[in-house]
């Protein structure tokens, strides 16, 4: 009898390491794993995406100061640029901040569920 209450406990490790991915995300990404591949491609399609914002910010300003008639180094230029779209770009880029944040969420809770299934195979748990 100590077999049948030995095997639920150990679904239920692996269900509780499951919660923590669907509640950071929607509901079918649980099925799928995230690769790192894919976050990366998220990440670097965020990143450029602020960055053009930057650049174009600071190429608003450039156009604006010589339609004034106004000569505005690019390093100041740059620098308000990048002052002005780090707030703008988390309203902006909102969903995929989302994206990046929810497969970061997600691969961290598969890499904790993997450390989990690895430590317990070297305890001897599951064979």
Known sequence: MSEPSEKPKNPKPADQAKPPVTAGSAAPQPAERVTKGRL??????????RLLLVVVIAGIILGVAALVGVTIPLL??????????????????ATLRRRVNEGIAAFDAQ????????????????R
């Open 111 to 126: 890499r904790r569920a993997d450390q989990a299934d690895l430590r317990a195979k070297l305890r001897g748990e599951d």
């Open 76 to 93: 100041v230029a740059a620098i308000f640029a990048v002052l002005i779209a780090l707030p703008l770009s988390l309203l902006l880029f």
């Open 40 to 49: 990366a491609r998220d990440i670097a399609l965020y990143s450029f995406a």
